[in-house]
């Protein structure tokens, strides 16, 4: 593998065995310093933790709690954006599904209401809408009522006198 005189020839390839130990000795070398410096590095570890560790801690605790209400405040405010509308899907829903159940959790529910007003002496519906908490609808309009009544008696007299 000669070059010509503008290009030099490359070196020779190195030998595997001597390419394998230089490896081995590196990778002993570094096991050696790690295992040397192990005592060291656990001791600034553990100034380090003892140092910052009640801080981290405190800040995973506002962290957390920042989520948490973040959490709560997106879901107050779908609930109040749609919340009448997918409470009531909900129900009717779990109703389609399981009847039994259904009836369950209402009966449930109505014994912790009863519970929650035995206990603290208020209702629990003080606190929510008037609509949301006794699921009044507004009656059932009859858009189409007169319709019928007109077409089945027209009156004959329109028009003429």
Do not use: C, H
């Amino acid at each position: 593998m000669g070059g010509s005189p503008s290009i030099p020839s490359p070196p020779p390839p190195p030998a595997p065995r001597d390419v394998a130990a230089d490896n081995a000795a590196a990778y002993r070398m570094n096991v050696e310093t790690y295992i040397e410096k192990a005592p060291e590095m656990a001791a600034l570890e553990n100034k380090l933790r003892i140092q910052y560790s009640p801080q981290q801690r405190s800040l995973e605790r506002q962290l957390s709690a920042l989520d948490q209400q973040s959490g709560v405040q997106a879901g107050i405010q779908l609930e109040q954006q749609y919340g009448p509308q997918r409470s009531l899907e909900a129900l009717r829903r779990q109703y389609e599904q399981s009847p039994q159940a259904y009836a369950l959790n209402r009966g449930l529910g109505d014994q912790m209401t009863k519970q929650f007003e035995r206990l603290y002496g208020t209702s629990p519906y003080g606190s929510v809408e008037q609509n949301v908490a006794t699921n009044r609808q507004p009656g059932p309009v009859d858009l189409y009522g007169s319709i019928g009544k007109e077409i089945k008696n027209p009156s004959v007299t329109a028009g003429t006198k």
